[in-house]
């Protein structure tokens, strides 16, 4: 029986984050030969989330290089992928969501004449730059991808008004799926910061994140100061912050909320760290996409630092609150869940919409009915 090749390429811990899984799944089956190729758009981000899932990388283009631009990135992929696609030729070439890796890699495998998968496809907010470059990066990538993988019903139907009706799966998001591998009640943190903490001493632990490019032109000072006045105003409050290596955030977080009194700054966390400081937490502000999806998993309310989000299921379900970046708009909403436990208990117990742990197996079973 020939094997279905299938090549993943991913790049960012996001993709990681969400791909791993998928691998793990396609690893395992007899029908498929599953081929990895790493471009490290985000070098020291994505190496350990590989590490933790056991997954392995085939090829590695390894193009992470200080002060790297959206163009370099797009070129050195191009330019990298080349060789290897010609040498390896994948029957499909998988792609997830919307960062530059997945639009410039689903552009060589056409370049290639190779079938393209979209993971996560569908997602849309209609402003070209708001996710900049995210909205764009996943409109291209639909355009060029075969096969659209939807995690939800409502991503269907925006590609179907986009004219995209064919070799379109509804098959929840693999977001979902790591949750099997990550989450425990009796872990240990791995970062020292996090394991210094008493998340049963009784104070309400609020975890948060700010990193996007949209932010970092006066959004993410804003969300910095905004989190000073609630830690005046709410004495029993711990702000936990993983901050995103780009100098651009550092460089305006540091100066504001370094050494301040109840906000714990750390470096980068990882995988696991990540998702059990989630589970340990009142609720979490952040500008991540895939948080979005994440927390209504486990129960914890998600205020959104953005003006708008190509998630809106969440939003729509209830868990999910977009609040922006105006310093009094992030105080009060987030005062509201501190304030009013009806309104922390709605959010709190939402269903989260996108699915159910299982669209690894779903991908995995359209994919190998490919080879028949």
Avoid at 127 to 133: A, G, K, L, M, T
Avoid at 282 to 305: F, H, M, N, R, W
Avoid at 324 to 344: K, P, Q
Avoid at 360 to 369: N, T
Wanted: aromatic share 6%; net charge negative.
């Amino acid at each position: 029986m020939k094997k279905l090749k299938v090549m993943s390429v991913y790049g960012t811990r996001p993709e990681a984050i969400k791909m791993c899984p998928l691998v793990r799944e396609l690893e395992a089956r007899e029908d498929i030969e599953s081929i990895v190729l790493l471009t490290a758009q985000h070098r020291e981000l994505l190496d350990g989330v590989n590490e933790f899932f056991g997954v392995k990388a085939d090829y590695d283009l390894n193009i992470m290089k200080p002060s790297q631009t959206l163009s370099s990135i797009t070129s050195d992929i191009l330019l990298g992928m080349d060789k290897i696609l010609n040498e390896c030729a994948p029957d499909v070439l998988l792609v997830h969501g919307d960062t530059s890796t997945s639009f410039a890699a689903a552009l060589s495998a056409f370049y290639h004449k190779i079938p393209v998968g979209h993971v996560e496809a569908g997602l849309r907010t209609y402003d070209r730059y708001s996710p900049y470059p995210e909205e764009m990066n996943r409109n291209l990538t639909g355009k060029l991808a075969t096969y659209h993988f939807a995690p939800t019903e409502k991503n269907r139907r925006n590609l179907a008004a986009e004219g995209v009706t064919e070799n379109v799966y509804v098959t929840g998001n693999t977001v979902l799926d790591t949750f099997r591998y990550t989450v425990s009640e009796n872990y240990a943190f791995h970062s020292e910061d996090l394991r210094a903490l008493d998340f049963s001493d009784g104070r309400r632990y609020i975890a948060m994140t700010a990193h996007r490019r949209e932010n970092q032109n006066g959004g993410i000072e804003r969300i910095c100061r905004a989190v000073l006045a609630l830690r005046d105003k709410y004495p029993d409050v711990v702000f936990i912050y993983p901050v995103h290596p780009s100098p651009a955030v550092r460089n305006t977080v540091i100066p504001l909320l370094a050494g301040q009194e109840r906000i714990v700054l750390t470096d980068p966390v990882d995988l696991t760290d990540m998702h059990n400081l989630m589970q340990r937490s009142y609720c979490i502000l952040t500008d991540s996409g895939g948080i979005q999806e994440e927390a209504p998993s486990l129960g914890k309310p998600v205020l959104v630092l953005r003006e708008e989000t190509e998630r809106p299921e969440a939003v729509e379900a209830g868990t999910v609150k977009i609040v922006g970046t105006d310093i009094d708009t992030v105080v009060r909403e987030t005062a509201r869940l501190l304030d009013d436990a009806e309104v922390y208990g709605t959010m709190a117990r939402a269903v989260n919409p996108y699915g159910d742990g299982h669209a690894s197996e779903r991908i995995a079973d359209i994919l190998a009915s490919l080879a028949k």
